[in-house]
């Protein structure tokens, strides 16, 4: 046991720890993506949100279950989205 220990010990110390912090991240990910999810299904007409594509805007319609309407612009230009391309709800 001594020899095994010896000769493997480093490396089994280097496997849990690899593990413990693979799973650590995988927790955290998971509460993030959870979090995400949250925002994204409860938003509200006037929110501002960011999208993944760097579009600021304020959510006007909410109204369809897979997508939304947002208003940006001077122009009051209207475009709909992915729920899941929002990427931030910003709080003025």
Do not use: H, P
Not at 58 to 80: A, F, N, P, Y
């Amino acid at each position: 046991m001594g020899q095994f220990l010896s000769t493997y010990g480093g490396m089994i110390i280097i496997l849990a720890v690899m593990v413990i912090f693979t799973v650590f991240m995988t927790k955290k990910d998971k509460k993030r993506q959870q979090e995400r999810k949250n925002m994204q299904n409860n938003l509200e007409v006037g929110d501002m949100v960011l999208m993944e594509c760097g579009i600021v805007g304020k959510v006007v319609s909410t109204k369809d279950l897979d997508t939304i309407l947002i208003e940006t612009g001077s122009d009051k230009t209207k475009l709909r989205f992915k729920r899941w391309a929002i990427a931030s709800k910003i709080d003025e």
